[in-house]
């Protein structure tokens, strides 16, 4: 059954199909398609409660296929306010000596070794970068496009915790909280309700999951670990594939999907096309992994889960109401504190950390209602269009990769016109 806790915003969907809603039977169970949230053995009695339900029924049923470049989107978000806070990664703060892929590194195992000379900064504050600044960034870059290349990998190298927290609160903040109690039989409700799914299942929970994700045994290009060495010898770890986080979702029917968009940094680049979804100042795809246990693993990385930490269904951040202009009351504070230090165990999380993930939830659940509100989310495509392993640069050394993409765009749209006009001789 759908519940509100006591005292709660938090509206929980429907956690499993446990019985008839009409006549209290266990068998041939059939969801509301109107709204997943009420269970039916069969037509007849869906039709004898239709007329108690139908008020109750309405809902926006976001499919996690379809919306996920906005969560997408948001992780970015949170890797680009680190640039500003000592989270920002030493590779943009000092020159690149050199970068070296397949050398060997200190621990003996074959990797990509990037050598960190002295300060530069090669951000540029409120612009991108010129060319002259990037070459002087990294003078031994075979050319401009792999500069650019080695600086979005350096931005995207940004804090994993934050991100992936930021993010679920912000969809329960907006699409799990509602006026809209649908057991209640006093008021008819005065806004629509709106839920999570994937294809037509709901979703029933989802969270963040800590484990680790190694290269795919039958890829040929595997991902090699990275690691950062700067002039005096001392050695900086890359990004650390054993103890990931990502995030999932969860259905009725018991599929767990994931969404992952924090994989860049490790050498995986599979990206989503932004420009449906006008977060402009994004000419470029937008880094994210997603998919079901039934999809073919395309990655070059696996995902191994540890331990997984639902948001939907923690009932200590049920309590919690998220500002929107500041950065967070004591209570939020304190929970967004815990959690962080919960799914970043062993390690704790810093204080830039908990900044973030505040700051970002409160920029988050902004982005989310406008999405939401403006009923804008319906016009986004059903499947995203993906790029696999293609990097946009900003700026005029991305010009020849933006053309591409623009071909590629242009030339699906004239194949499918082409189809329609097969169909239609
Ligand atoms: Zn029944
Ligand atoms: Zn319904």
């Not at 039977?25 to 059939?30: A, E």
């Not at 951040?317 to 959690?339: F, K």
């Amino acid at each position: 059954m759908s519940t509100l806790t006591q005292g709660s915003r938090i509206f929980l969907p429907l956690q499993s199909m446990s019985e008839c809603h009409a006549c209290g039977s266990t068998k041939n169970l059939r969801i509301c398609s109107g709204c997943g949230e009420r269970t039916y053995c069969s037509r007849e009695c869906q039709f004898n409660q239709w007329k108690e339900h139908k008020p109750f029924c309405k809902t926006n049923r976001i499919g996690v296929a379809t919306i996920y470049p906005i969560f997408a989107f948001m992780v970015d978000q949170v890797h680009f306010s680190a640039l500003a806070t000592d989270a920002a990664h030493p590779g943009l703060k000092h020159k690149i000596l050199s970068d070296e892929p397949e050398t060997s590194l200190p621990d003996g195992t074959i990797g990509r070794l990037i050598r960190l000379g002295p300060p530069f900064s090669v951000l540029a504050p409120g612009a991108e970068p010129s060319p002259d600044r990037l070459q002087a960034w990294h003078p031994t870059g075979n050319d401009m496009s792999s500069r650019f290349l080695l600086m979005d990998f350096f931005m995207r190298h940004g804090p994993v915790a934050p991100s992936v927290l930021s993010v679920c609160l912000a969809i329960l903040e907006t699409i799990y909280t509602t006026a809209t109690v649908p057991s209640s039989s006093s008021s008819v409700p005065s806004s629509i309700r709106t839920r999570l799914r994937y294809r037509s299942s709901p979703v029933v929970d989802f969270g963040i999951c800590s484990g680790s994700v190694t290269p795919e045994p039958s890829t040929l290009s595997k991902p090699l670990p990275v690691i950062y060495q700067y002039e005096d010898g001392t050695i900086l770890p890359g990004p650390d594939r054993e103890n990931h986080l990502w995030i999932y979702f969860d259905t009725l029917n018991g599929e767990r999907i994931l969404l992952d968009s924090n994989l860049f940094s490790m050498g995986q680049m599979d990206s989503v096309d932004t420009g449906p979804y006008h977060v402009e100042p994004y000419s470029r795809p937008i880094p994210a992994v997603f998919f079901d246990r039934s999809e073919r693993r395309r990655g070059v990385l696996v995902h191994q889960e540890r331990k997984s930490f639902s948001i939907l269904r923690n009932l200590d951040l049920h309590q919690i109401t998220w500002p929107s202009n500041s950065t967070g009351d004591i209570q939020s504070l304190r929970a967004v504190a815990s959690l962080l230090d919960t799914i970043k165990a062993p390690s704790h999380a810093s204080e830039t950390d908990r900044d973030l993930c505040l700051q970002s939830t409160v920029a988050h659940v902004k982005c989310m209602q406008e999405v939401i509100q403006s009923n804008r989310w319906k016009s986004f495509p059903v499947k995203p269009e993906v790029f696999i392993n293609m990097p946009v640069p900003p700026g005029p050394a991305g010009e020849a990769v933006r053309e591409q993409i623009n071909q590629v765009r242009g030339g699906r749209k004239d194949s499918k016109k082409a189809q329609r006009g097969k169909k239609r001789k």
